[in-house]
């Protein structure tokens, strides 16, 4: 079946603007996770939904980031006046809550550019 | 979050098993012991996970030692599709400790 899918791809901006990314989860996987990885670096933790609501913000870095998940499916993240720092690969994951089942499933990530 | 150490990188000859070490001697009663691999310009991919007994599938082996401060993630074959940075992840099983603390992991490398 389909896997995770995030949009865009790449996303290249300029200090100050705005960006929106976007994560489509498996279907019917009620938990869905937010990473960002910096080159040479693991994958760090920024937020995790279950279901509609944000259980556990407490990677975002600052309030200059946002995420939403308004029907408890697709999920996007929001950076506002993005700084040069914010470059980075940002990944999506999602995971089915029920039966124990531990496996957190990865999308290919979006490569942001802030110039 | 308890920690792990890798090594940074590792090498192997194809076709050859490989074993990578993880020590996480601060590691607590209910911490699940996880692999995840990251092949270059993916996102990461569950390899296995154990708590206490060693683990097979279809992927890898996972040995942990008996006082469970270090585990070794055993590929019994490797091609040339396992070249990836292989990351060691500690994870509480108490409800809402949901994220993965990922740390810097090994990258193998696989000699034809």
């Known amino acids: 079946g389909a896997g995770v899918s995030q949009t865009p791809s790449n996303k290249v901006t300029e200090k100050g603007k705005y960006v929106e990314l976007r994560c489509d989860p498996i279907?019917?996987?009620?938990?869905l996770y937010w990473y960002r990885q910096s080159l040479g670096q693991g994958p760090e933790f920024l937020i995790y939904?279950?279901?509609?609501?944000?259980?556990?913000d407490s990677g975002l870095p600052n309030d200059r980031f946002f995420a939403v998940r308004p029907e408890g499916s697709v999920s996007t993240l929001k950076i506002q006046r993005t700084e040069r720092g914010d470059s980075a690969v940002y990944l999506c994951?999602?995971?089915?809550?029920?039966?124990?089942?531990?496996?957190?499933?990865f999308g290919p990530g979006t490569r942001l550019t802030v110039l | 979050d308890a920690k792990t150490t890798q090594p940074n990188s590792m090498e192997s000859n194809e076709e050859e098993p490989v074993h990578l070490p993880c020590n996480h001697s601060?590691?607590?009663?209910?911490?699940?012991i996880h692999w995840y691999r990251q092949l270059p310009s993916q996102g990461p991919e569950y390899v296995i996970h154990?708590?206490?007994s060693n683990v097979n599938n279809r992927m890898a082996s996972l040995a942990i030692a008996e006082d469970r401060k270090s585990s070794t993630l055993i590929l019994h074959r490797a091609t040339l599709r396992d070249a990836a940075v292989y990351y060691c992840?500690?994870?509480?099983?108490?409800?809402?400790?949901?994220?993965?603390?990922f740390g810097t992991g090994t990258r193998l490398t696989i000699i034809p």
């Open positions: 994951a999602s995971r089915f809550l029920a039966g124990g089942a531990d496996t957190q499933y």
């Open positions: 279907s019917g996987h009620t938990a």
């Open positions: 939904f279950q279901g509609t609501g944000a259980a556990d």
């Open positions: 601060t590691i607590s009663g209910t911490d699940y």
């Open positions: 154990g708590l206490t």
């Open positions: 992840i500690l994870r509480g099983s108490n409800f809402g400790n949901e994220k993965l603390t």
